[in-house]
């Protein structure tokens, strides 16, 4: 069992950076494939980005040359620095944690998540 749990959200202007946090524990860090999603309301929930074991990394289309996932395997934390964000930013943001041997943007692929962390972009 792995436990997940982000921090770092909040109210941010628009062009604005902010920087999500995930802590995991319970089972060996570096076995796992980390992950970060979004979910509006209303909306389905959509894939962010998501980091290897060795630290290779994929990007939603929406995110790509604005976001940045990183992991401290020392620490067991996965971090999501977000910049230039924009309105359409806004979302509740969950941390995902997988066992396989492939990074997916399919959310259903992962294991283990998070109860999320809101971050809101104001226009």
């Known amino acids: 069992q792995v436990q997940v749990v982000e921090s770092g959200g909040g109210l941010v202007q628009a062009g604005g950076s902010l920087r999500l946090s995930c802590v995991a524990s319970g089972r060996t860090f570096t076995r796992y494939i980390m992950a970060w999603f979004r979910q509006a309301p209303g909306k389905e929930r959509e894939f962010v980005a998501a980091i290897s074991r060795s630290g290779g990394s994929i990007y939603g289309d929406s995110v790509k040359g604005r976001f940045t996932i990183s992991r401290d395997n020392a620490k067991n934390t996965v971090y999501l620095q977000m910049n230039s964000l924009k309105a359409e930013d806004t979302a509740n943001y969950y941390c995902?944690?997988?066992?396989?041997?492939?990074?997916?943007?399919?959310?259903?692929?992962?294991?283990?998540w998070g109860q999320g962390t809101q971050v809101t972009v104001s226009s």
């Open positions: 995902a944690a997988d066992a396989g041997w492939t990074m997916t943007t399919t959310s259903g692929e992962y294991d283990y």
